[in-house]
């Protein structure tokens, strides 16, 4: 079930329990089985889906759902909070500081989409301001190297790699060491893909985070990988520190609830989803409004960055300004309807029914 899909199920059982005319046990009931159901068909591991539906059942009993009190509310509530402590560890990551030199280094299995996600990263950041440089430590892969020199001179992104040297802990000290002269404030290392039976390539990667003093590494997981994520999550994390994740492929038909297993495996929060295999089909990830959305509820905060998004910041005074003074012209009309329009479907960004009402 896609992550879409399970939103909906959701979604249905809460209504179809708003919908009888007593809540009773029984109804109360056959709502969080349907809840449960939908998250196991969506890969979500099975302990952290017994665990919220224990968590549900407490705070029901604690309500004690006395007279007067609204049960749907406090059960649509409950699942509420109980999804968003699934996709969020309630830890906050490091966050790099423009200015001052930050080693990232990204780790994951084969073709998660580390290196795409590198160059997204680096990207992004290069938007707002800062200096990143990429290097490559991925000599275990073919091609590797080539890819990531693509990707960043694309974007115009300092990079380091070798077609000669094979050893990546080498290639990462010297990388590492040549963007600090260079007063690069965000320095990223790609590693290789390595899987959880493969013991020599995780030494490998502890030594490439032994050289390199990382300030953070970021998980890098492919949305479709399912149940098998929580276990590579907890091998990766018992190598090297694991500070963030980033879900890649959320556009596809993924499933999707085996990779948020893997933010509680490593304890550590999602920080971006990659939606696409282009540069900018990056997005930050929020845990309240990301299951909002997913329980239909719309989402406020997001609506307002993707109207930054569409309306260019070199328009915003200049509109503010007109609109102010009482000047609303067809011309300003029809800017503001190409904006809207860059939006994409409104039912995406705005508001819908809402559950929690
Ligand atoms: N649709 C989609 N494709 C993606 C996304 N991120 C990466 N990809 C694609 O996934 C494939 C693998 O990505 P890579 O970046 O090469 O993966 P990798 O983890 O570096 O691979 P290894 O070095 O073999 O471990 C490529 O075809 C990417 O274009 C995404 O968010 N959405």
Redesign the pocket.
Known sequence: MVLAELGGTITNALKRMSNATIIDEKVINECLNGITRALLQSDVRLELVKNMQDNIKKILKNEELAAGHNKRKIIQQAVYSELCKIVDSGKPPVTPKKGKTSVIMFV???????????T?YAYYHQKKGWKPALVCA?T??AG?FD?LKQNATKAKIPFYGSYMESDPVKIAGEGVERFKKENCDLIIV?T???HKQEASLFEEMRQVSEITKPDLVIF?M?SSIGQAAYDQALAFKKSVSVGAVII?????HAKGGGALSAVAATKSPVIF?????HMD??EVFDAKPFVSRLLGMGDLSGFMDKIHEVVPMEQQPELLQKLSEGTFTLRIMYEQFQNIQKMGPIGQVCFQDSILT
């Open positions: 994951g299995l084969q073709g998660s989409g580390k290196t795409t996600t590198c997204k991925d275990f892969r590797a890819q790609d290789s893909g390595r890098v492919d890649t492929k959320m556009d596809g989803i990659g939606t696409g295999e089909e990056f």
